[in-house]
């Protein structure tokens, strides 16, 4: 049955052509305003810029008036032997103005110096310093020459009628002030027209960027609102058509779904069935195997050619291997179907070892194996039998795919846990295969393995009754230096 397919819009062509030129004019005006926004962002730090460049110029140029007036007066104390400090202190104070005072005329003329002044700004404040005859710059140039000669001056001829000092209480107080004062109202003035340009800069890109807005409102999303509003008309039916489609395809995957979970409690059902009637049968399909074993004894005795005593032993392997596969797929089905119920208690380890490898002693005789168990006084929680289970399949599975070497049975102790480990010198697992073996049916390796042996069942049972009892298993092995499985179980101490 063919699903249906929602509706699809597709625009024709000159629907396309009016959505691309609306959409180039739209980056246009977007353009626009941009390059309008970094404008008057340009024209904000100019702004900012002009402003502080104003401030320091005038500043600098303020102390320089401010400066001209204390040389004076220093020369004036200096001459007149009426310093209210030290005379070396008042040549140092005197000094240090000095060189204040030549350091900003140079930064203020030429640029630069230590607070980075720009400078000249104008044709006006250029001619105030090296216009005339003789100039600014070459009167405070003469003016910090007088000042460096009486500071070089010995203290005996330094009077008031001492040319020098004349020079600088002329000039200091009088004429140089007055043309700083001039260069200082040029300094401003200068500001203050930078800072007028940079406003009506700001006000005519304001002024543009409202108007690029007008435009935009008018021929842009004007257009653009009445197209989108037919488009809408159109996805809203498209919307029903897909609304329509979306509960028709919801009704059959409610109806797949249902049939599915039918079908799997169907099998659920009829996989619990097998396992307890297997669990339930188990001991009549062990029965037929019990008597098969005790007329294979009884034909052993009448048995009195070589032939007949070889054919016995091949039925005996074969009845021991049949007994292991049922057991094996007994305990797989009563795990399964959860009739097996653990009682737990304080179970000695050593003897449970000591039993179990003593059992297996023939099977590691007959292969040539070394079978040991490393003493241990340990106890644990757990429920005796179900983990004789799990240790029995563990050594099983070990002797079955070791070759030579043996295998090595003992604990290991984790805080309050204890690992028991069936160690053995096997050819090991790949470990893209160390999780596989766990899994039903999966036997993994090379063809050296005796796959009569069993349905790789072992390791299933002994991860299932793991959970069961709460033991954890774990799994350490490289290929062609064995393998190492865990076992851990709470410690408890002797009797609980």
């Keep these: 049955m063919t699903e249906p397919r929602p ?3 597709s625009p024709d062509p000159s629907t396309a052509r009016r959505m691309g030129w609306t959409t180039r004019r739209y980056v246009l005006a977007l353009s626009v305003i941009a390059l309008l926004a970094i404008a008057a962002f340009t024209s904000f730090q100019g702004l900012i810029a002009a402003h502080d460049r104003t401030l320091s110029v005038v500043n600098i140029s303020g102390r320089q008036r401010m400066l001209s007036q204390r040389i004076a007066l220093y020369v004036h104390r200096l001459a ?4 209210i400090v030290p005379r070396a202190l008042c040549v140092d104070q005197l000094r240090t103005s000095l060189d204040l005072f030549e350091a900003s005329h140079a930064g203020l003329t030429l640029g630069g110096g230590p607070e980075d002044i720009p400078g000249p700004t104008s044709a006006l404040v250029r001619s105030l310093y090296f216009d005339g005859a003789p100039s600014l710059d070459a009167r405070v140039r003469e003016y910090a020459a007088a000042v460096r000669t009486v500071l070089e001056a010995p203290p005996g001829t330094l009077t008031p009628d001492h040319p020098a000092v004349r020079h600088v209480l002329r000039e200091g107080p009088g004429p140089l002030l007055e043309a700083l004062d001039a260069v200082v109202l040029a300094y401003q003035h200068d500001g203050e027209a930078a800072m007028a340009l940079l406003r009506r800069l700001e006000i005519a890109v304001l002024a543009l ?6 435009l935009e409102a008018l021929f842009i999303f004007r257009p653009m609102i009445g197209r989108l509003g037919s488009q809408f008309q159109a996805l809203e039916a498209a919307g029903a058509s897909l609304r329509e489609a979306n509960l028709t395809l919801e009704r059959r995957v409610a109806e797949r779904t249902e049939a599915l979970t039918a079908a799997i409690a169907a099998a659920e059902k009829a996989n619990w069935s097998k396992s307890h009637f297997l669990a339930a049968a188990g001991h009549d399909m062990l029965q037929p195997l019990e008597a098969a074993e005790m007329f294979a004894g009884l034909l052993e005795r009448e048995a009195t050619t070589p032939r007949a005593q070889a054919l016995l032993q091949d039925l005996g ?3 021991q291997s049949l007994r292991h596969l049922v057991r094996s797929v007994l305990d797989v089905s009563k795990l399964e179907a959860g009739v097996v119920t653990p009682v737990f208690g304080p179970v000695a380890v050593g003897p449970l070892l000591l039993g179990v490898a003593a059992d297996f002693g023939p099977v590691a005789a007959a292969k040539e194996l070394r079978l040991a168990v490393v ?4 106890w644990v929680d757990s429920d005796a039998h ?3 289970r799990v240790l029995r399949n563990l050594i099983s599975n070990a002797l079955r795919y070791t070759t030579e070497g043996g295998v090595v049975i003992g604990c290991r102790r984790r805080g309050d846990h204890i690992l028991i480990q069936v160690a053995d010198s096997g050819e090991g697992i790949a470990p893209e295969d160390q999780e ?3 899994e039903a049916f999966v036997q993994v390796g090379t063809g050296t393995r005796d796959r009569s042996e069993g ?3 072992g390791l299933s049972v002994v991860r299932g009754l793991g959970r069961l009892l709460g033991h954890p298993v774990h799994l350490w092995s490289q290929p062609g230096r064995g393998s190492v499985v865990s076992v851990e179980c709470r410690r408890v101490s002797e009797g609980g």
């Design 7 to 9: 509706a699809t819009l």
């Design 317 to 319: 392997r074969t009845q």
């Design 436 to 438: 596989r073996i766990f």
């Design 386 to 388: 179900l983990l004789e």
């Design 455 to 457: 349905l790789g069942l």
């Design 80 to 83: 007149s032997d009426d310093c």
């Design 209 to 214: 960027t409202l108007l690029t807005l007008l």
């Design 375 to 378: 003493p241990t006084a340990l």
